[in-house]
């Protein structure tokens, strides 16, 4: 299964709240921080561990130690108040910001920053984008990870289209998928319907 859509009650009545219209800027950015910290958890259900002895205050204990180091590729700028969350579960995290926007008359992905220099230095890198919708900066993103030399990549959104989901499958089916709801489909500007509207506008109050 490549995409997973999370039935967690607790994912679906905050993507509720999240998806209102009434729903202010600071409730907006405190609901994708929690929504992100859930998916997280299911995201990373299948990390590896390793096991090392240590010494508690009482006596030596086996413990499990992540064997996989995470990294984090927000897309900016809607994907930063996902990185927020993502940094308190790994705050070692090796975070490589992702500039793409889409052209509004084109609706193609244009690149505008990235720092992916030297070698990657985490196993697997997640990249953050609350809104999957037509997958055209998804894509280029799983591109321009690739190209750097990343070899097992996870994205992590809120909600998709069908669209979306389908063009990311089809360009990297190795890329597993994780989101909080797919809804019906996209508009002609490219607006996920029923979605929540512009997630970038919506956090900072553009
Ligand atoms: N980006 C958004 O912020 N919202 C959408 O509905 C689609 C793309």
């Given at each position: 299964?490549?995409?997973?859509i999370?039935?967690?009650?607790?994912?679906?009545?905050?993507?509720?709240?999240?998806?209102?219209?009434?729903?202010?800027?600071w409730?907006f950015?405190?609901?994708?921080?929690?929504?992100t910290?859930?998916?997280l958890?299911?995201?990373?259900?299948?990390?590896?561990l390793?096991?090392?002895?240590?010494?508690?205050?009482?006596?030596?204990?086996e413990?499990?130690?992540l064997?996989?180091?995470?990294?984090l590729?927000?897309?900016?700028?809607?994907?930063?108040?996902?990185?927020?969350?993502?940094?308190?579960?790994?705050p070692?995290?090796?975070?490589?910001?992702?500039?793409?926007?889409?052209?509004?008359?084109t609706?193609?992905?244009?690149?505008?920053?990235?720092?992916?220099?030297?070698?990657?230095?985490?196993?697997?890198?997640?990249?953050?984008?609350?809104?999957?919708?037509t997958?055209?900066s998804?894509v280029?993103?799983?591109?321009?990870?690739?190209?750097?030399?990343?070899?097992?990549?996870?994205f992590?959104g809120?909600?998709?289209?069908?669209?979306?989901?389908?063009?990311?499958?089809e360009?990297?089916p190795?890329?597993e998928?994780?989101?909080?709801?797919e809804d019906?489909?996209?508009?002609a500007?490219?607006y996920?319907?029923?979605?929540?509207?512009?997630?970038?506008?919506?956090?900072?109050?553009?």
């Open positions: 299964m490549s995409v997973h999370s039935q967690h009650p607790l994912i679906r009545h905050k993507l509720g709240l999240l998806r209102r219209r009434d729903t202010p800027p409730l950015r405190q609901l994708i921080r929690e929504l910290l859930l998916l958890y299911e995201a990373t259900a299948d990390l590896t390793w096991t090392e002895r240590i010494e508690t205050p009482l006596e030596v204990a413990v499990s130690t064997a996989q180091r995470v990294g590729a927000p897309i900016l700028r809607a994907g930063l108040g996902m990185v927020e969350a993502a940094l308190e579960l790994f070692t995290a090796d975070v490589r910001h992702l500039g793409i926007y889409r052209d509004h008359a609706l193609l992905p244009v690149e505008y920053y990235s720092r992916l220099q030297g070698i990657p230095r985490a196993d697997v890198y997640l990249i953050l984008d609350p809104m999957l919708a997958g055209q998804a280029a993103a799983v591109d321009l990870l690739t190209r750097w030399g990343v070899q097992h990549i996870k992590v809120l909600i998709g289209a069908p669209e979306g989901i389908r063009r990311l499958r360009s990297h190795a890329v998928i994780y989101l909080a709801a019906r489909q996209l508009n500007a490219g996920i319907l029923p979605g929540l509207g512009d997630a970038g506008d919506r956090q900072f109050r553009t």
